[in-house]
């Protein structure tokens, strides 16, 4: 196969396509670039009709390289000090900067006419993350994950740094190195690193912990199979400047960990888990499936959290880089997960969790591993029920969406009374995915009696009203939103079994409504706990020790979309 080296003019009439690159600021440019046999050292003109452009450090909406607003662009010095000519000119060509063309170094005109080699060009410092001190209390806890240069990234991450959180959560797709070469990989994260947007989110000192998914840790759906995960692992590390003492950096395999922040009767404590080193092929195209054997974390993992579920703290997050709660999604034949087996265990985690009845998002989640889900729950459940934690939120990224979860844990001889264990799903920056996805266990909407104003019922959701079916609380034929809070078989809402939905403040049994944006129909293809449609998303957990409440809330570059407050 025949490969062509396309220049920037030449893209639009050999694709057909019109591309609008992107204007921007030099700080935007790769330090050095290759061009048709050419090395250049800031900008060219070549192939472009008289503009200036260079090549991106990150992809801009898909476009790779930019038009240069010139008065952006530094001055370049020669090895003797001299500054090199704005632009120079040589043979139909005008550049900024230096480049290799005809000579083995870079170079440029100067002043007087003449030619001088360049300085090399020095890569700019790499500012290093944050890490979180032990001592500090964790007031607000940021999360988010699926990191592009692309569409309002830079508006979310900005309103990010201004809110200031104690704690900010990677999630995974940390960078889409999607590659077993770990030069690219290095050079991937470096590039994410020196993003005009990224170098402030640094700057900021914004203490970081993190997990990794997919994408960061190596190819689409990989796990235990890849065969760079060690060395992944290193350039994981080395990226987020984990500490020489680190155990992950002194033989542990998996980038698993866990902190206990904060003073006595105020200690939140993070546990970031590996779901990528130790996980066992989800469906038979990513490997030989191990049946009931099947893991998600690996034993020595699974043992290190079953200790660390059993120290005591007030509040538990507990970060996963694919989503938890979701149940098994059952509109595929159970026999394609590799999980499967014989299917007595797989099919005996679902009823145990009281779910056979159940569908849940098609996309990668833990529950195409049932028993592997039940086990963490069951843990989590154990720990709450042994008094070791208060309250417990599982937060996750990877779907491109953000998501408020709530699971009630069946009640258990081995591991006790039922118990409310929450997630959040912010997933990401610069990426949405606006399409419907099932989820009921979705945090539920609750309404009222008939509009008797006591929020005690839960919204069953979808209903059908006058041939209609509606995902969320709708104003058709009322002056407030409301829903049906019983539906027959076929989810048509029961005449009079209706209410008003629980509006921002309102009590609810869970705590109370937080706030519910004004544009939510605009954020949302569901209820009003997904928000898909907003072009980023994060999340946030605010912590009021004193009333012992914690919101979660999933926020847009704009606003605050949805948040509901539990008390723990």
């Known amino acids: 196969m025949k490969t062509y080296t396309l220049t920037p003019a030449a893209l639009v009439l050999f694709t057909g396509v019109v591309v609008a690159e992107p204007e921007v600021h030099y700080e935007s440019c790769k330090t050095s670039f290759n061009y048709l046999a050419a090395q250049y050292q800031g900008t060219t003109d070549k192939n472009n009709s008289g503009s200036q452009w260079c090549y991106l450090k990150q992809s801009i909406d898909g476009a790779t390289w930019g038009h240069v607003r010139t008065e952006t662009i530094p001055e370049f010095k020669t090895v003797t000090g001299k500054s090199c000519n704005t632009p120079s000119e040589y043979q139909g060509e005008q550049f900024y900067g230096c480049t290799t063309k005809n000579h083995t170094a870079p170079w440029c005109y100067v002043e007087d006419g003449s030619w001088e080699e360049c300085k090399p060009a020095a890569d700019p410092e790499l500012l290093s993350h944050t890490q979180p001190l032990q001592s500090k209390r964790l007031d607000r806890v940021a999360l988010g994950s699926c990191f592009k240069t692309k569409g309002d990234m830079p508006e979310a991450l900005a309103k990010l740094i201004s809110q200031q959180p104690d704690l900010f959560l990677w999630l995974g797709d940390n960078i889409y190195a999607d590659t077993t070469d770990m030069a690219v990989m290095r050079q991937k994260y470096d590039d994410k690193k020196n993003s005009s947007e990224y170098r402030k989110f640094l700057a900021a000192k914004i203490p970081v912990m993190a997990t990794w998914d997919d994408h960061d840790f190596g190819w689409n759906n990989e796990g235990k199979h890849y065969p760079q995960k060690e060395n992944s692992q290193k350039e994981y590390l080395r990226h987020f400047d984990v500490d020489s003492s680190d155990p992950r950096m002194n033989g542990q395999a998996g980038i698993y960990e866990a902190k206990m922040l904060g003073g006595a009767g105020e200690t939140t404590h993070v546990i970031t888990l590996d779901a990528r080193y130790f996980r066992s092929p989800t469906f038979s195209n990513y490997g030989t499936c191990e049946g009931e054997s099947s893991t998600i974390l690996g034993e020595v993992q699974w043992e290190w959290l079953e200790k660390e579920l059993q120290k005591p703290s007030e509040i538990k997050l507990i970060a996963s880089g694919i989503q938890v709660l979701p149940p098994l999604h059952q509109g595929r034949s159970k026999s394609s997960y590799c999980a499967y087996g014989d299917g007595k265990a797989f ?9 056979t009845d159940m569908s849940g998002t098609s996309y990668e989640s833990w529950a195409e591993m049932p028993a592997q889900r039940e086990r963490l729950l069951r843990l989590v459940q154990k720990s709450i029920n042994d008094g070791k934690t208060k309250a417990v939120v599982f937060l996750s990224g990877d779907q491109h969406w953000g998501e408020l979860l709530q699971k009630t844990i069946p009640a258990s001889n081995q591991f006790g009374q039922a118990v409310n264990v929450y997630e959040v799903t912010a997933s990401g920056f610069g990426q949405n995915w606006p399409y419907h996805i099932e989820n009921p266990l979705r945090l539920p909407i609750f309404a009222d009696n008939k509009g008797d104003g006591n929020y005690t019922k839960a919204c069953q959701l979808p ?103 539990i008390t723990f």
């Open 463 to 565: 209903f059908k009203y006058a041939g209609v079916t509606y995902r969320g609380c709708i104003t058709r034929d009322n002056d407030k939103p409301w829903c049906y809070t019983e539906v027959d078989s076929n989810r048509k809402g029961v005449e009079g079994e209706w209410g008003n939905c629980a509006p921002a403040g309102a009590t609810i049994p869970t705590g109370r409504v937080g706030e519910i944006s004004k544009e939510i129909s605009k954020l949302t293809t569901s209820d009003r706990h997904l928000i898909n449609k907003s072009g980023s998303n994060y999340g946030l957990i605010d912590i009021d020790w004193q009333n012992r409440e914690l919101k979660m809330s999933i926020e847009t570059a704009n606003e605050e979309a949805v948040s509901t407050v």
């Open 347 to 355: 099919n005996q985690a679902v009823a145990s969790l009281q779910e």
